[in-house]
């Protein structure tokens, strides 16, 4: 089978960290890229993890670990602005063309 | 460097009529390009991609169609509109750059700004 499961919705203090989870039953794909999308706006690329492991981008890290089937993107010292939809997506070598999005987790942050 | 133009963006049509939504990218050549429809608080429903001029992969058996006219021209089409059509449209290019071991590969796509579809 091929799907991403996310959380739908996930609420924080500013300031505090998040963790946002992507698991997955899918096999066989380059890497796993995270999206952020505003209301009204669309997606915007985050970051990508071809390997295992921590990718590092400000205060946005990116996970991945191939053997437990899991992704997560860590938000740090949140702001305001970081209210928005997450969407983890895979590539798959089966079907290099398409890229799979995972249902996406709403993050609300309060003052 | 790149840039993706869709239009209209906004756009209200009545049952039973015709659409048209056009997506140009610039800046590339031979990208792989994409339609994406999300409902109202929802994910991302891919519903056609092209790797080239006239090559078109259709993922949900529906009332819409797309054509690749030209290298970095996406248009989706509809003759007769539903109001399950209702929806945001998204069109996006790719990027896959692949390195090997190194670590330094990524994969991005990158989305035009949408046309909020109403059918009423």
């Known amino acids: 089978g091929q799907s991403l499961e996310q959380p739908s919705e996930v609420t924080a203090v500013e300031g505090a960290i998040v963790q946002i989870n992507c698991t997955y039953q899918?096999?066989?794909?380059?890497?796993l890229s995270w999206y952020q999308q505003h209301d009204g706006g669309a997606p915007t690329f985050l970051s990508y993890?071809?390997?295992?492991g921590l990718e590092e981008t400000g205060r946005f890290s990116s996970f991945l670990s191939r053997s437990d089937s899991y992704g997560y993107l860590l938000l740090q010292e949140l702001q305001m602005k970081d209210s928005a939809s997450y969407f983890c997506?895979?590539?798959?070598?089966?079907?290099?063309?398409?890229?799979?999005f995972g249902s996406g987790t709403r993050l609300s942050i309060r003052p | 460097s790149q840039t993706i133009h869709q239009w209209p963006a906004t756009l209200v049509q009545p049952v039973g009529s015709p659409l048209s939504l056009e997506c140009t990218v610039e800046?590339?050549?031979?990208?792989?390009l994409y339609w994406y429809r999300q409902a109202a608080g929802r994910g991302l429903q891919l519903l056609f991609y092209?790797?080239?001029?006239?090559?078109i992969s259709s993922e949900v058996p529906q009332n819409l169609s797309a054509s690749r006219p030209q290298d970095r021209q996406f248009i989706l089409s509809s003759k007769k509109l539903l109001l399950s059509d209702s929806g945001f449209y998204l069109c996006?290019?790719?990027?896959?750059?692949?390195?090997?071991?190194?670590?330094?590969?990524?994969?991005?796509?990158?989305f035009g700004p949408g046309t909020r579809l109403t059918v009423l």
């Open positions: 899918t096999s066989g794909f380059y890497g």
């Open positions: 997506a895979v590539r798959r070598y089966s079907s290099a063309s398409k890229i799979i």
């Open positions: 996006a290019w790719s990027e896959l750059d692949l390195r090997g071991a190194s670590g330094t590969s990524t994969d991005t796509q990158y």
């Open positions: 800046g590339t050549s031979n990208p792989n």
């Open positions: 092209s790797v080239g001029i006239g090559q």
């Open positions: 993890n071809g390997l295992d």
